[in-house]
């Protein structure tokens, strides 16, 4: 590492390999790209199914646990964050899905000017690679590869056909005009492998680029000042805290819990809060760690007597097979992103603006990351949408090596309750639909004795889980609340932004890996547009 560069992005993440790829297409732009985690070379982080082995592993994931959380029975709740080359885009799911055009054009009339559908849409295309083609709302040129799933089980077509049954239409593509309907995911591989963000965008022959620096095991601890202005970071590497300068900006793109933590441990936060942790305030702002934003997710199991997964998983042998099919046509389980089938539609079944989102698993287990159940069963996880609940990260001591609070507050209000109880019933009319009913022994999860809406409000306490999309805590925007502008840079500081799914003023209605890429496309614009004028 030398001691001075242009740009320093803190994060190798879905956000910041996108970033370090177009700043530094530039030669003139000297780009050091920092990554507290280690590199990508064990297997697992490459084979899609991969997820099982590298979530709640110390290597690869910084395992964060919610503060119990009345909302759902006191539990606490496992927040699982890639922590290597490629961040959290290297064990996730690998779900593309973009959001509904509303959601971006509600960024807009919320003051942020630019982040509209039409705005940001030549953005999803210009780093996709779609392997079904071109078209309005497709791109094909771009480095992250789109792929259809390799794997298909009969039980996925029935719950296709049972959805159409209750009235939600088949959808092939959820990402175009339309975001309402029944339809199989695509996923971020390509030929059977994971292409996370590090593997799309810092390709070798990118890295080969002398003017981009990649580091890794490097954990930035504090931003350093002259005066407003941020002038480098601190760091820590292999025990020992280094000091680094950029002459144009630092960019944190540390994603939704590291990035507000960041900037309170450097004085940029609640005065009340960081006085009480004797840290210095450079700039009081209460808005910092605020408006945490999740989907959770009400799972649902039930036992068929159609093959599952489960099936195929349960002996040695099967799964030798298994590992030989990957091998040889790189097809099979192996290459299994979270979910198979997608369902988006409102909680009235009206054709209103969807409020509801299905993941359809052709597998069960008691919960994300378990062994699969000894008998042929599948799931169905359903989550609202745009939650109105809302969280917050806070540091709880000044050493950068301490997890901070994370406060989650699910289903804190009753309109998140409500739909949480009706998203089980759709749920369940699916699952009586005839093309499914027929195959249907059981609803094993939560079991159809609750039935009340107080019971099926206490299946969802104690039945959720996360799917990982916390945004928001550093929101763009440009009253109290927020934290960026909508160039996203950190109000009241020069020399800083934040470039991550942590400045997404209101989750988005999907998951949240193709909208964060979308938002370093477009702050790589930015940044470079500006570095023109
Ligand atoms: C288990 C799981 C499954 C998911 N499934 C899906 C899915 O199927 N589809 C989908 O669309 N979305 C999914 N998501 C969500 C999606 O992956 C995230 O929204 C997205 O990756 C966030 O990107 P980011 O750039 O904000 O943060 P990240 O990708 O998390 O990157 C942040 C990076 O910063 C590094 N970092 C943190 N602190 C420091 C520091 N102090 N110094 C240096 N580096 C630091 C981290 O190690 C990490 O590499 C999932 C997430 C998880 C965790």
């Not at 507290?36 to 646990?65: C, E, Q, R, S």
Request: with cysteine.
């Amino acid at each position: 590492m030398n001691k001075t560069y242009d740009y320093i992005i803190v994060g190798a993440g879905s956000a910041g390999c996108l970033l370090a790829n177009r700043l530094s297409a530039d030669p003139n732009n000297n780009v050091l790209l920092l990554e507290a985690g280690g590199k990508d070379n064990n297997i697992w982080l490459h084979i899609p199914v991969g997820y099982f082995k590298t979530m709640n592993n110390p290597k690869f994931d910084w395992m964060y646990k919610l503060e119990k959380d009345q909302g759902v029975n006191n539990r606490r709740i496992d927040w699982p964050r890639g922590k290597t080359l490629g961040g959290s885009s290297a064990l996730n799911g690998l779900l593309y899905i973009r959001g509904d055009k509303h959601d971006y054009d509600n960024w807009e009339h919320l003051g942020n000017k630019g982040w509209g559908f039409n705005d940001i849409l030549p953005y999803f295309k210009k780093s996709e690679c779609q392997e079904n083609g071109k078209s309005k709302y497709h791109g094909v040129d771009g480095e992250l590869k789109v792929s259809n799933l390799r794997l298909k089980r009969k039980i996925a077509e029935y719950f296709i056909k049972a959805a159409q049954e209750i009235g939600i239409p088949y959808n092939p593509d959820c990402n175009s005009e339309e975001q309402e309907g029944v339809g199989y995911f695509q996923q971020t591989s390509y030929k059977g492998f994971r292409k996370s963000s590090y593997r799309s965008f810092l390709t070798k022959k990118i890295r080969k680029r002398n003017n981009l620096t990649i580091t890794t095991d490097t954990q930035m601890s504090k931003l350093i000042f002259s005066g407003k202005k941020v002038i480098g970071v601190k760091c820590i590497q292999k025990g020992k805290e280094t000091e680094i300068y950029a002459n144009c900006e630092v960019i944190l793109s540390a994603g939704s819990i590291a990035s507000p933590q960041i900037l309170q441990l450097s004085g940029i936060g609640d005065a009340e809060l960081l006085e009480k942790l004797g840290i210095d305030v450079i700039h009081n702002n209460p808005a910092v760690g605020k408006n945490l934003q999740d989907h959770l997710q009400v799972r649902m199991v039930y036992k068929t007597s159609t093959r599952t997964l489960n099936d195929e998983l349960n002996t040695w042998w099967k799964k030798a097979m298994i590992g030989l099919q990957f091998l040889f046509f790189r097809t099979g389980p192996l290459t299994l992103s979270a979910s198979q089938v997608y369902a988006f539609t409102n909680t009235s079944l009206d054709g209103s603006r969807p409020n509801i989102q299905f993941h359809m698993q052709p597998l069960s287990a008691d919960k994300p990351g378990d062994g699969v159940h000894p008998f042929s069963a599948f799931t169905i996880s359903v989550c609202n949408l745009r939650p109105e609940s809302r969280g917050k990260v806070l540091i709880n001591s000044a050493d950068p090596s301490q997890p901070p609070t994370i406060i989650s507050n699910y289903l804190s209000t009753e309109g998140d309750q409500k739909i949480a109880v009706e998203s089980i019933k759709v749920a369940r009319k699916i699952a009586k639909a005839s093309s499914l009913k027929k195959y249907i022994l059981d609803e094993f999860v939560p079991g159809e004795s609750y039935t009340s809406d107080e019971q099926l409000l206490e299946v969802a306490k104690n039945n959720s889980q996360s799917i990982y999309h916390p945004v928001g805590t550093c929101k763009m925007g440009h009253d109290d609340s927020s934290v960026v502008d909508d160039q996203l840079k950190v109000h009241g500081i020069s020399g800083l932004r934040v470039v991550d799914a942590s400045i997404m003023p209101e989750l988005i209605s999907g998951n949240t890996n193709a909208p964060t890429m979308m938002i370093a496309e477009k702050a790589a614009d930015m940044i470079l547009g500006e570095k023109l004028l």
